[in-house]
């Protein structure tokens, strides 16, 4: 199986920060990662694929980036909105996700 | 627009078989490429990815939970069903189908689950 590795596990940020998590994976998967969005009590909610991909209707300020074994999403400005749990998942061999990080508010 | 929607009990006793149907709108799943996966979240947990069927039937299922899964599909009724038995209150959690795209770009491949189910609540009890 191939594992996913996310930090941190959560962070503390306030708006208008910048934020980056990472994602690493337990052997090369070339650029089949992505990344989704989860709110309390909602399902997740796709933001990136293929690695750098933005999906349909997901602001700008999003964006991921990496290939091989490390990647990375970054919030340029975090938003209100933003405050949230985010997965990587890889779909290089069936799927897996990661633990997630917490994004809070400080 | 493409949805789907989780259902099914939402108690079950342990030892028992869990079934749960998603019925789906918006797509065929007899289209080359498309998916409907299932994937779980105990409660306050991570993602754990369950089982995918294919357009063609071919399925895959989690190394740690294949002895127990089943996934089949009604193209006509454009349903999914997950079957998952012997149940534990270790399988408590939220029970997602997903739908599954497959994309060729131009200089890798993609494949993710665009749109979700809102999740049905699975508790296992006695």
């Known amino acids: 199986d191939i594992q996913l590795t996310q930090s941190p596990s959560s962070l503390s940020a306030s708006v208008g920060d910048r934020v980056t998590i990472s994602c690493r994976a337990s052997q090369s998967i070339s650029n089949n990662l992505n990344w989704y969005q989860q709110k309390p009590g909602k399902a997740p909610r796709l933001l990136i694929y293929g690695t750098f991909n933005l999906q349909s209707g997901v602001p700008s300020r999003f964006s991921g980036s990496g290939s091989g074994t490390d990647f990375t999403l970054t919030i340029s400005s975090l938003q209100p909105e933003d405050f949230a749990t985010y997965f990587c998942q890889q779909s290089f061999k069936t799927w897996t996700f990661a633990l997630g990080t917490k994004v809070e508010l400080k | 627009q493409i949805t789907l929607k989780e259902s099914g009990p939402t108690l079950v006793k342990p030892t028992q078989t869990l079934t749960l149907t998603c019925t789906f709108s918006?797509?065929?799943?007899?289209?080359?490429?498309?998916?409907v996966g299932w994937i779980r979240q105990p409660p306050g947990k991570a993602l754990e990815w369950l089982g995918l069927?294919?357009?063609?039937?071919?399925?895959r299922y989690s190394p740690s939970l294949k002895t127990r899964l089943i996934i089949s599909k009604d193209t006509s009724k454009k349903q999914v069903v997950l079957t998952m038995s012997n149940m534990d209150p270790v399988d408590t959690g939220t029970y997602y189908c997903?739908?599954?795209?497959?994309?060729?770009?131009?200089?890798?491949?993609?494949?993710?689950?665009?749109?979700w189910g809102q999740g049905a609540q699975v508790t296992v009890s006695s």
């Open positions: 069927i294919y357009w063609d039937d071919d399925k």
């Open positions: 997903a739908h599954r795209i497959y994309e060729i770009l131009t200089a890798s491949t993609a494949d993710y689950f665009d749109f």
């Open positions: 918006g797509f065929s799943l007899s289209t080359s490429g498309v998916g």
